[in-house]
């Protein structure tokens, strides 16, 4: 292991907590912290050892009775030497410690430097690495699979692998490079091509899941679209269960974007409720109809509403053809089923002849349902396999498609006869783009940007 200086930080969340854990990581991690502990000598402990004692102030005065957990390299998040100091979650005593450990010679440590470290020692790739800031920023069950997947090798196993294989037929048709003029094929161009093949088999399917990776990771922005009064601020509050947005028989109430989340069966939706669509009256409401139609070329998935009660069968036709040419998916949703009769009901089915979600959002009526089809909608597009690998991050969605452009113009070379200096220079483009991606190949730049993001004493 190089020298690494050591290292520390608050490891849980700044405030007041019942207990808060700093952690010390680098050379004589374990020794620079029992010059100011107090119990058993913790540079003789065994590694993976918690032991009660006291830290101490210059003055011998106690700062906090606490638990060190001894971590020995390389068997620790970093590989280096780790003290986990579990205090009193105070931030006085936090700040007291950390003072003690800087006039130790420990520095401060940066976003991510542990992380940063735990790479490049080898821990994980860089895939795995920047699993670990999605897995802490989690908040639904769909972004937290998404996350440990990746950290537990997710594709990147897969693609260091076939980058290998990749080496070394580049290695090869370099080879044929030496020999010029001679024509003489050392890399076997079936195998080649089955190779290249294979990896843009492996390809693919990632870079489909990137729209559905960013759904789990942003929310699927929803947006309830329709005529004034048909119900759109009633709907968002009986959804998110709270008196959100104004709600009145005023047609042309709401006039600005109201936006919240919900979160159904673990997925997270941007709700987001809009000024009703039709011939604006005044210069403010024209300003949130033009936003709502900003919303709706943005939106995911949409939610046209309408008051089935008042609707007639010609503007519902017409509704019909604008929602179907806007090409966004949406569900239809029939409200005011309270104030409908049977026939009326009939008639409207019968004219779109798809189906009609029917609900009264005033009297909360049928909205289970909505919230499952919502989910549907979601699950139904196939990439959101959740547990099989899924994209979220765009640094890693750029190079998956780098990888493929470069694999198939190198393709295309093969089938056109180049020679073996076009086809190295293809293929290294390739070798390039997986390497920054699993992080075989780096810059201080690169990681220092993918570092920066993460949170102090990660
Ligand atoms: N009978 C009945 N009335 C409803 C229902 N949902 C909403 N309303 C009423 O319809 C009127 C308009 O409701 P809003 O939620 O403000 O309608 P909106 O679509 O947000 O209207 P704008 O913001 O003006 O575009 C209010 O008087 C609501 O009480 C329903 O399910 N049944
Ligand atoms: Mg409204």
């Not at 190089?2 to 808060?20: D, F, K, N, R, V």
């Not at 729209?211 to 922005?221: E, M, P, Q, S, Y």
């Not at 139609?293 to 998935?301: H, N, V, Y």
């Not at 049977?342 to 909205?367: G, P, Y």
Request: aromatic residues 6%; proline residues 2%.
């Amino acid at each position: 292991m190089l020298h690494s200086e050591p290292i520390a930080a608050l490891a849980t969340a700044p405030g007041i907590g019942a207990i808060a854990v700093i952690r010390v990581s680098g050379d004589d991690a374990i020794a620079i912290t029992n010059r100011f502990f107090r119990g058993k000598d913790l540079t003789q402990q065994p590694s993976h050892t918690a032991h009660f004692g006291t830290l101490r102030n210059s003055d011998d005065t106690i700062i906090d009775e606490v638990l060190a957990t001894v971590f020995r390299a390389p068997r620790s998040f970093t590989k280096e030497d780790v003290v986990e100091i579990s205090c009193h979650g105070s931030e006085f005593i936090v700040r007291q410690i950390l003072q003690r450990l800087v006039a130790e010679g420990v520095r401060l440590a940066r976003p991510g430097e542990f992380t940063q470290r735990a790479f490049l020692n080898g821990q994980f790739d860089l895939v795995q690495a920047e699993a670990v800031a999605d897995l802490i920023a989690s908040d639904s069950d769909a972004s937290h699979r998404a996350a440990l997947t990746q950290l537990r090798g997710g594709f990147s196993k897969q693609l260091i692998d076939l980058r290998q294989q990749l080496i070394d037929f580049v290695a090869l048709v370099e080879l044929e490079l030496d020999f010029g003029e001679e024509d003489v094929e050392f890399a076997h161009r079936d195998q080649l091509r089955q190779l290249m093949l294979s990896i843009r088999r492996v390809l693919h399917p990632l870079i489909e899941s990137f729209a559905a990776g960013n759904v789990i990771k942003n929310g699927v922005a929803t947006v309830i679209v329709g005529k004034p009064n048909a119900g759109k601020s009633t709907l968002l509050n009986a959804l998110l269960n709270e008196e959100k947005a104004i709600v009145s028989d005023i047609p042309g109430t709401t006039r600005d974007v109201i936006e919240d989340e919900l979160f159904i069966d673990g997925i997270r939706f941007r709700l987001i409720d809009t000024a009703g669509l039709r011939s604006a009256t005044d210069k403010i409401e024209a300003i949130g109809i033009e936003r709502t139609q900003q919303k709706m070329r943005d939106a995911a998935l949409v939610i046209y509403l309408f008051d089935a009660a008042l609707i007639s069968a010609d503007e519902w036709q017409t509704a019909l053809t604008e929602v179907r040419e806007s090409g966004k998916p949406y569900l239809l949703v029939g409200n005011k089923v309270d104030a409908l009769d049977d026939a009326k009901q009939r008639q409207l089915t019968t004219i779109a002849d798809e189906e009609i979600h029917w609900i009264s959002a005033a009297q909360q009526t049928n909205l289970d349902a909505l919230r499952a089809a919502l989910s549907d909608r979601v699950r139904t597009d196939a990439a959101v396999q959740i547990g099989s690998a899924v994209v979220t991050n765009v640094r890693h969605h750029d190079h998956l498609t780098g990888t493929d452009n470069a694999l198939a113009r190198a393709l295309a070379g093969l089938d056109a006869g180049v020679t073996p200096d076009w086809l190295a220079m293809d293929l290294r483009v390739a070798l390039q783009h997986l390497g920054e991606l699993t992080g075989q190949i780096t810059t201080d730049d690169l990681l220092d940007s993918i570092f920066s993001k993460f949170c102090i004493g990660k």
